[in-house]
């Protein structure tokens, strides 16, 4: 089964590595990875290449950002050649990402569900990347939203955001957006914060 164009081409790649190797290959990457990457226990659920690479990826040893590992791997089980499917799909998320696919625009209020004033007035005037910083009230604040596959045709994204001054964290997984995970992140650490009397 092959997936769509419309699918984040991480996936299309674990897709197509996935079709081109077999359970000695899975048995392979186990040796390779073990004290390394994975501990044994782990290593008993993987049946096929594709639930190496999630797991991998769930433990930010591979992403969308760097994929170097995932080719010495396929270099290290013998398989070198699929490495020229590695760096297509790397020129392939290098032009996504110059074509500009990051939240770049305000997020409107009516977008923030139950917000109160204050965080409404933040999503509205705050312009959202993956990655930035915005002033609320005294604090600062840093934000950040990433992306990984939940499963082999999920992709979700993960939002975090941090007070640099007291450093409390706020987190949220599995969003569907980035915009979602951000707003979420966002929203959590205010409550926090508000509840501890600082802000």
């Known amino acids: 089964m092959s997936l769509s164009r419309d699918i984040h081409p991480l996936g299309r790649l674990y897709n197509k590595l996935d079709s081109k190797l077999d359970e ?48 010495t791997l396929m270099n290290e089980i013998g398989r070198e050649p699929l490495i020229a499917d590695i760096e297509q799909c790397e020129e392939e998320l290098r032009n996504s990402q110059m074509a500009g696919d990051s939240l770049s625009a305000p997020l409107p209020l009516a977008a923030v569900p139950n917000s109160d004033d204050l965080v409404g007035n933040l999503m509205q005037s705050a312009l959202f990347g993956k990655y930035g910083r915005i002033k609320l009230q005294n604090r600062d604040i840093e934000y950040e939203a990433k992306g990984r596959f939940h499963s082999l045709f999920e992709y979700v994204y993960d939002g975090l955001a941090r007070d640099i001054s007291s450093r409390r964290e706020a987190t949220v997984k599995h969003c569907k957006t980035e915009e979602d995970a951000v707003k979420g992140a966002i929203k959590k650490l205010v409550k926090e914060l508000q509840a501890s009397s600082l802000l």
């Open 24 to 71: 000695r290959s899975v048995g392979k990457m186990k040796t390779v990875l073990r004290g390394r990457q994975v501990d044994i226990r782990d290593m008993q659920s993987f049946n096929t290449p594709a639930d190496v690479f999630l797991f991998l990826e769930d433990k930010g040893t591979i992403n969308e950002n760097d994929l170097s590992f995932l080719k």
